[in-house]
Structure formats: C-alpha cells, structure tokens
C-alpha cells in the first residue's frame, strides 16, 4: 500500500485482529486514542472499518512494519474524518518504536500519497489536546491548528494543511 525508506504499510487483514488488540491494551499506547471507547469491541469495529474503507477507496489506515520485517509495529494511515469528505492522516505505534522520528516518516508519505495520487486539496489530523508529541509531528509537516473538534465525543485539536503548503 505505501512504502517509506525504513516503513512498509499493508492494508489490514481480519487476521490482524489479535495483533490488534495487544497493540491496544498497551494503556500508554491508546492514552490518547479513544478514552473510554478504547474496549475490544470498539478495537474489533475499529478494525473492521479499516478493512471496508480500503475496499471501498483503495486506501485506508493499515499495519505498519520495520523493514525488511514484516512484523507488525504500529498502524496509520488516510480515512474520511467521521465518515465524512476531509481525509484524516493518522498513526500509531508500539512504546518501542517511539522517539525515532517514524510517525513523522510515515504521516508525511501519507500525506504525499494524499496530495500526489489522490488529488486531494487538504488533509486533516486530530489529536488529543494532552498529546503534544502527535501535534510537534503535525507541525514538522507544515500543519496548522486551526479549532477545538468533538471526534468520538472527546474534545480533540483540529490541524489542517492544503496541498500548496505542504508542497
């Protein structure tokens, strides 16, 4: 599905299921990543909607792997934002793989893959307000914070950026 100098990303599989969910019952891996919705079955229909949405766009969030394994280490990838018309980039990763400058690696290969083969104009990314790290990487990408966004009924920051900045 997409390709970086040390990242490989695939599209989810149902397989991945119990992967999944070990990835997110890492309390400090899902801090910001759901709040009370992070349960299993949260994770299984979270899982589920990945798949539909590949299926349905040819892109979606999908496992991430450390070259040349296939292991994998976290997730991310482009979604419609709630379903709706804005693309959101998003990541994730085991503890183990933070503070090596992968999640900004991966989210800017997203967002060229966004601008380049889809065509879109902008792209979105929300984030907990307490989540500093996720936003200092939205930022490195020429992302702009521009409101406060109720996602899954958790006040979240709201960053944007349009092709012509990114680019």
């Known amino acids: 599905m997409l390709e970086t100098p040390r990242l490989l990303v ?32 949260f994770a299984a229909k979270r899982l589920k909607y990945y798949i539909d ?5 040819g892109y979606a969030m999908g496992v991430v792997s450390l070259k040349p394994s296939a292991a994998p280490i976290g997730w991310g990838g482009l979604q419609h934002l709630d379903d709706g018309d804005e693309i959101e980039v998003g990541y994730a990763f ?11 690696e991966l989210a800017e290969a997203w967002l060229r893959f966004g601008f380049d083969r889809l065509g879109v104009d902008r792209i979105v990314a929300v984030a907990d307000p307490e989540n500093t790290a996720s936003q200092r990487v939205m ?3 020429g992302m702009r ?3 406060r966004y109720t996602h899954y009924g958790m006040e979240t920051v709201y960053y944007a950026v349009s092709r012509e900045a990114f680019l």
């Open 10 to 41: 695939r599209p989810f599989f149902e397989s991945d299921l119990d992967w999944f969910l070990a990835l997110r019952a890492d309390a400090e891996v899902v801090r910001y990543l759901g709040g009370p919705l992070n349960t299993p079955e």
């Open 53 to 57: 949405h590949h299926a349905q766009h």
């Open 94 to 104: 085991a503890r183990a793989y933070w503070g090596r400058g992968l999640a900004t």
């Open 139 to 141: 930022e490195k990408l």
């Open 145 to 147: 914070y521009e409101k």
